[in-house]
């Protein structure tokens, strides 16, 4: 165990955790060193695997996932206690958040050069590991899962593929999980328009248009279409999903600070619908350019990032002075990013190929990384069915449906949207047991 | 006003109304009488106007309708109380339920034959209205407007027509409201197949059997197609939906009782995929014949049953002593039942015709009257769109969607299901508030 980052004490903290935890840097390449925020299992840190958690963006903090999503505990209103989760997921494993990459919430680089792309990201990530195992050492014989959401869709899976063919880094590597990730561009933006349509959120004229102009003999291409009037449909219905005041990261939750206070282009979804960037001069007559609004839009992270910014949390966290305040997610890495991957589909063949076990989740009701899509993605990686479709139960209720693939799984939350521990945590803490424990849903 | 039928006192009640109510018997035919709640206006009963609301079925109860969703007070858990409601429609309208037809609630025949039909209950209903004009000659100046929901979908329409037809009774009548309504067996049955699916309750391989034994050219019918493959996987897809535990009247809440506490056919269902009862042996192999369940499943009516029931009760709302105990839902009257309206699509074409305002409403998690098959209906009436498909809001959050077709609007309820006024209280208010006063949502 690495001393000089142990948290020994937290401001707002009132109950006494049975675990330990580190907070502190792991290098991620020459100059680039990366906040890792490390809670030892509640149960039995020596034998209970070690599970890395990635929040996605690209740009956002993994530190919203310990804060608001799976972490031991969670920021009250007042931005200054904290209260303990009792889904967290520490109560079963060894978790290490890590903000990734460089320029993203305490992450930072020395030269403050924050443009990067998923092979950079998964390089940077393989070395912020390494770097972790140095400093962790008693941590390598666990059995290790990599977990990613959303943009971590892209990753999870980019950083496993080193992780189980790199040479330097001996792990106990088992699998990884995705959690409403983006795992093809063009299933993501092909099946929200069935999604929009089929949740009520576009009319039978609107409807018309997009089949009338996207699709040819029953057949529809709402994602590159280089119909100028399919562009200009699937523009309408992208405006209605992420632009109408719709919290686009849970259909039926509220948007906080309302309906009218949002109602921009995001810069988050820049990586969602980029082709159709391309086609938004053609779009102008029905809407003009996207302007820029709050990131991520409809979700209110004013608490956690109160108690994140004070500087006795800082201090205790052992963030240098000198760094910038704490964002959820960084602008900047978000503009610079660079997307190389516009499917995984072969990053999941070759780790499925390697015998690993892979989850792929979605709370049902996300439209940033709609459960369809990646329901196709998984159907379309050809590993034979394993099981039927079926429900899934949690305190005797029907918590979702989710079908076997051999070694990799496609479940379904039902109810819960973008960030399915925050708002799922009962059913996502015991999706999380059954995948580590490779056993029934 | 009736004085004898006044309710004065009721058990539970903590507050003072600012309304007077009335409980009693309207006769609806020789030996027929229902039983109707009334409730004036908190604001202006002189003025404001009069409703009627009626819930479905067939069978089921509108004081339902009274103490769970739109009444002015509902029944807290202990079965003993009662508490105001805020969003009450009795806030800007006078509001009648009635208990239709006999042998529903505390509705009664002499004759104790229960068995009836579509054209039958509205011919009921409307000499109960009648007799309800006779008690209370006052309201015959105040603007009408009839409210059903569910079945009251057939209901509402028939009723409507012989009251803008009728000879005998002179009313102020305005138009019809329908919420979550069966309009058209084919179109409810045709498009939950789509729902189902799109919100992932199916798996791939399920969406591929409708497909191929449904389909052709593109063109599905999951209706009343008699080829034996397309039964199969629509019985399929049908019990997914029904028996397996989920909240078909809100898919995103929970089974009340759990979701292995249910799991039978359903005889509320009897009416919604009656087409596919003929098809039960066929599918004997995938399933067998369904049996009965709790009516309707899910929902926990005990505590309004409990009060409904107590003597005291029953002797403040005039309830003879004969009278068997109050159940939500009758059996035997659905059982019984007779649907003559495989589409209530000529009823609305008369109606509108004679320059009637129409509001077809529907909470957009609802199974048993899904929205998209409402949305069909309204849409193949062939009215002219004189609005686009549009959100509206409640509060500043996106309360759902609507779209205007001259006198008729179609309207979604964002996240509500089957009972509207139940689950989006503060949003039905407004939208009752819009359509009684034909302002924009």
């Given at each position: 165990?690495?001393?000089?980052?142990?948290?020994?004490?937290?401001?707002?903290?009132?109950?006494k955790p049975?675990?330990?935890?580190?907070?502190?840097?792991?290098?991620?390449?020459?100059?680039?060193?990366?906040?890792?925020?490390?809670?030892?299992?509640?149960?039995?840190?020596?034998?209970?695997?070690?599970?890395?958690?990635?929040?996605?963006?690209?740009?956002?903090?993994s530190?919203?996932?310990?804060?608001?999503?799976?972490?031991?505990?969670?920021?009250?209103?007042?931005?200054?206690?904290?209260?303990?989760?009792?889904?967290?997921?520490?109560k079963?494993?060894?978790?290490?958040?890590?903000?990734?990459?460089?320029?993203?919430?305490?992450?930072?680089?020395?030269?403050?050069?924050?443009?990067?792309?998923?092979?950079?990201?998964?390089?940077?990530?393989?070395?912020?590991?390494?770097?972790?195992?140095?400093k962790?050492?008693?941590f390598?014989?666990?059995?290790?899962?990599?977990?990613?959401?959303?943009?971590?869709?892209?990753?999870?899976?980019?950083?496993?593929?080193?992780?189980?063919?790199?040479?330097a880094?001996?792990?106990?590597?088992?699998?990884?999980?995705?959690?409403?990730?983006?795992?093809?561009?063009?299933?993501?933006?092909?099946s929200?328009?069935?999604?929009?349509?089929?949740?009520?959120?576009?009319?039978?004229?609107?409807?018309r248009?997009?089949?009338e102009?996207?699709?040819?003999?029953?057949?529809?291409?709402?994602?590159?279409?280089?119909?100028e009037?399919?562009?200009?449909?699937?523009?309408?219905?992208?405006?209605?999903?992420?632009?109408?005041?719709?919290?686009?990261?849970?259909?039926?939750?509220?948007?906080?600070?309302?309906?009218?206070?949002?109602?921009?282009?995001?810069?988050?979804?820049?990586?969602?619908?980029?082709?159709?960037?391309?086609?938004w001069?053609?779009?102008?007559?029905v809407?003009?350019?996207?302007?820029?609004?709050?990131?991520?839009?409809?979700?209110?992270?004013?608490?956690?990032?109160?108690w994140?910014?004070?500087?006795?949390?800082?201090?205790?966290?052992?963030?240098?002075?000198?760094?910038?305040?704490?964002?959820?997610?960084?602008?900047?890495?978000?503009?610079?990013?660079?997307?190389?991957?516009?499917?995984?589909?072969?990053?999941?063949?070759?780790?499925?190929?390697?015998?690993?076990?892979?989850?792929?989740?979605?709370?049902?009701?996300?439209?940033?990384?709609?459960?369809?899509?990646?329901?196709?993605?998984?159907?379309?990686?050809?590993?034979?069915?394993?099981?039927?479709y079926?429900?899934?139960?949690?305190?005797?209720?029907?918590?979702?449906?989710?079908q076997?693939?051999?070694?990799?799984?496609?479940?379904?939350?039902?109810?819960?949207?973008?960030m399915?521990?925050?708002?799922?945590?009962g059913?996502?803490?015991?999706?999380?047991?059954?995948?580590?424990?490779?056993k029934?849903?």
């Amino acid at each position: 165990m690495y001393d000089p980052d142990e948290v020994v004490h937290l401001p707002g903290m009132s109950f006494k955790p049975n675990y330990r935890q580190w907070s502190g840097y792991l290098k991620a390449g020459a100059g680039k060193f990366f906040h890792y925020w490390f809670v030892t299992s509640q149960r039995d840190p020596l034998k209970d695997p070690l599970l890395l958690w990635l929040n996605g963006g690209p740009g956002c903090s993994s530190l919203d996932g310990f804060l608001s999503e799976n972490g031991p505990f969670h920021v009250n209103n007042d931005g200054a206690t904290l209260y303990e989760n009792e889904f967290s997921w520490n109560k079963i494993a060894n978790v290490l958040y890590l903000e990734s990459p460089a320029g993203v919430g305490y992450s930072y680089s020395d030269d403050k050069q924050y443009a990067t792309n998923d092979d950079q990201v998964a390089d940077d990530n393989y070395r912020a590991l390494q770097s972790f195992f140095l400093k962790f050492p008693n941590f390598t014989q666990n059995e290790f899962y990599i977990f990613g959401e959303s943009y971590g869709g892209i990753y999870a899976p980019t950083l496993s593929l080193r992780v189980a063919t790199g040479g330097a880094l001996k792990t106990n590597f088992k699998g990884f999980a995705v959690g409403n990730g983006i795992s093809s561009f063009a299933l993501n933006d092909q099946s929200l328009v069935y999604f929009g349509y089929y949740h009520g959120l576009f009319g039978e004229d609107l409807w018309r248009d997009l089949n009338e102009n996207c699709c040819d003999k029953g057949v529809c291409n709402f994602y590159n279409n280089t119909a100028e009037g399919c562009a200009i449909a699937v523009g309408q219905a992208f405006r209605i999903v992420y632009e109408s005041g719709l919290n686009e990261y849970a259909l039926y939750l509220d948007c906080a600070g309302g309906a009218r206070s949002q109602g921009a282009y995001q810069r988050t979804m820049f990586h969602l619908y980029r082709n159709y960037r391309e086609h938004w001069k053609k779009v102008q007559s029905v809407g003009g350019a996207p302007s820029l609004g709050e990131v991520p839009p409809c979700i209110n992270s004013t608490a956690q990032m109160n108690w994140l910014n004070r500087g006795d949390v800082r201090k205790a966290l052992h963030i240098p002075d000198i760094l910038p305040a704490w964002d959820i997610c960084s602008d900047e890495v978000g503009a610079l990013y660079r997307t190389l991957y516009p499917t995984v589909k072969d990053v999941y063949e070759k780790l499925l190929a390697l015998g690993l076990r892979a989850l792929v989740y979605n709370g049902d009701t996300d439209m940033a990384c709609n459960f369809l899509g990646d329901q196709w993605f998984v159907e379309q990686l050809g590993q034979k069915a394993t099981s039927p479709y079926q429900r899934w139960l949690f305190d005797d209720q029907i918590a979702g449906f989710y079908q076997q693939f051999g070694n990799i799984t496609f479940l379904t939350v039902k109810g819960a949207g973008h960030m399915v521990p925050q708002w799922a945590p009962g059913p996502s803490f015991h999706m999380l047991q059954s995948f580590l424990s490779n056993k029934p849903y």
